[in-house]
């Protein structure tokens, strides 16, 4: 407790009508993600990562949890003012077993909104470019310093 994270996140974001694709359907669809996240480089094996997709556009036929069981990297890059935080490792959806990669944007600004700038579970699932989510619901650890 109160030990210092050199690069890692905090998040706790919702992102509304959303168009993703997913492996092995033509087009997209249209959701919510919600995203929590605890992570920090050097206590990967207790860091926590998950992602919920909800269905609109074809209410329940898509639906999943994604729950990441082992993160193997964090990286922090400063951008400016801003922290762009990767995250990768493999996790599981419905018991099967996928490798992700989740980019996180603090952005500083004021009046700008933070950001998941990708969220992929290969062979799965592509949030296709950034997801906008509330101003404070990322919070990057250890750009700080850099």
Do not use: H, K
Not at 60 to 79: P, Y
Not at 95 to 116: I, L, M
Request: hydrophobic share 35%; aromatic share 8%; with cysteine.
């Amino acid at each position: 407790m109160g030990t210092i994270c050199p690069c890692g996140v905090l998040v706790d974001a919702f992102s509304e009508d959303n168009n993703v694709s997913f492996n092995g359907q033509t087009g997209t669809i249209e959701g919510n993600l919600t995203y929590l996240a605890n992570v920090c480089v050097t206590r990967l094996t207790n860091s926590t990562l998950s992602l919920v997709f909800e269905d609109t556009e074809t209410p329940n036929q898509n639906n999943f949890t994604f729950t990441a069981n082992e993160i193997t990297s964090v990286v922090c890059r400063r951008e400016g003012q801003n922290c762009v935080v990767t995250v990768t490792g493999t996790g599981t959806v419905n018991g099967e077993e996928f490798p992700f990669e989740a980019v996180f944007r603090d952005q500083v600004a004021s009046a700008a909104v933070d950001d998941v700038q990708s969220f992929v579970i290969t062979g799965f699932f592509d949030q296709n470019g950034a997801a906008p989510v509330e101003q404070g619901s990322i919070i990057a650890l250890g750009c700080q310093e850099l």
